[in-house]
């Protein structure tokens, strides 16, 4: 758990919104609705678009590029929206605004639901990396030899060769796994190249010892597995970072 000052309090209008950079270049979006605040990811989910630039009429936010809206009591997509906003828990002291962090390995969808044990061993595993904007995570035709796991930035996904290259189309949320050919058989060598948008933090998960460590959890194992195929099913429509 990290807990990150953002702002204070007095700086949010009445049923208004503020975004703001805290400390490695990350936006978050501070909403005020009645007694209430709230915080979010100040990007928009679908474009690298300021939500802050956006309408908020103090319960439903609007992206002002292509109208993609969400419920900001919890961040869900409302419309045309065809993702949630990744959501921070807050804290209010003495007027001064907070975001709380939980590890990025606990928020994974992937893991969700597995043994505490189990997340435990898996947690061991992890290595945690600090990754400045603009550095390349993998190319195509790379091992495919660890997964990761997104704690905060933003990463980017190319498909195709040389100049042929063209964007995935999809921006991650904070533990959103990729890189996931690390887990399957036959799979030995990267088709995207992934790149940081951003000053970014990730897990690092050895593909081979989180198999070995799910063989030991038959129940986790199959719980991951279910859920990686419908991760890859999800994404046959969006190309993804393999
Ligand atoms: S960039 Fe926000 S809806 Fe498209």
Same mark, same amino acid.
Not at 38 to 55: N, S, T, W
Not at 65 to 80: E, F, K, R
Not at 119 to 137: F, K, Q, T, Y
Not at 224 to 235: D, E, F, G, H, Y
């Given at each position: ?29 501070? #909403?005020? /609705? ?7 990811? +100040? $990007? ?6 300021? =939500? !802050? &630039? ?47 962090? #939980?590890? /990025? ?7 969700? +639901? $597995? ?6 061993? =898996? !947690? &061991? ?118």
């Amino acid at each position: 758990m990290s807990k990150i000052h953002v702002c204070k309090s007095s700086e949010i209008p009445a049923d208004g919104m503020k975004t703001f950079e805290v400390a490695g270049g990350r936006k978050i979006l501070i #909403a005020n /609705a009645g007694s209430n605040f709230y915080a979010y990811q +100040g $990007i928009c989910p679908h474009q690298d678009v300021c =939500l !802050g &630039e956006g309408f908020f009429d103090g319960a439903v936010l609007t992206c002002h590029q292509h109208l993609w809206q969400w419920d900001i009591t919890t961040g869900a997509a409302v419309g045309l929206a065809e993702a949630p906003l990744e959501s921070y828990q807050i804290d209010v002291v003495e007027g001064e605004i907070f975001v709380v962090q #939980a590890s /990025a390995l606990k928020a994974a969808e992937l893991f969700a +639901g $597995i043994s505490d044990a189990t997340h435990d061993r =898996l !947690g &061991e595993i992890a290595r945690r990396e600090e990754r400045p904007s603009g550095s390349v995570l993998y190319e195509i035709g790379d091992a495919t030899d660890d997964l990761y796991i997104l704690e905060s930035g933003r990463v980017d996904f190319q498909i195709g060769r040389d100049e042929r290259t063209s964007a995935a189309g999809f921006v991650l949320n904070k533990g959103e796994v990729f890189g996931w050919a690390a887990l399957l058989a036959g799979q030995p060598r990267r088709i995207a190249r992934a790149v940081c948008l951003e000053d970014s933090v990730l897990l690092r998960l050895s593909g081979e010892q989180t198999l070995q460590i799910l063989e030991a959890d038959p129940a986790a194992g199959y719980a991951v597995m279910r859920k990686l195929a419908s991760l890859i099913t999800r994404q046959l429509t969006t190309p993804t970072g393999k």
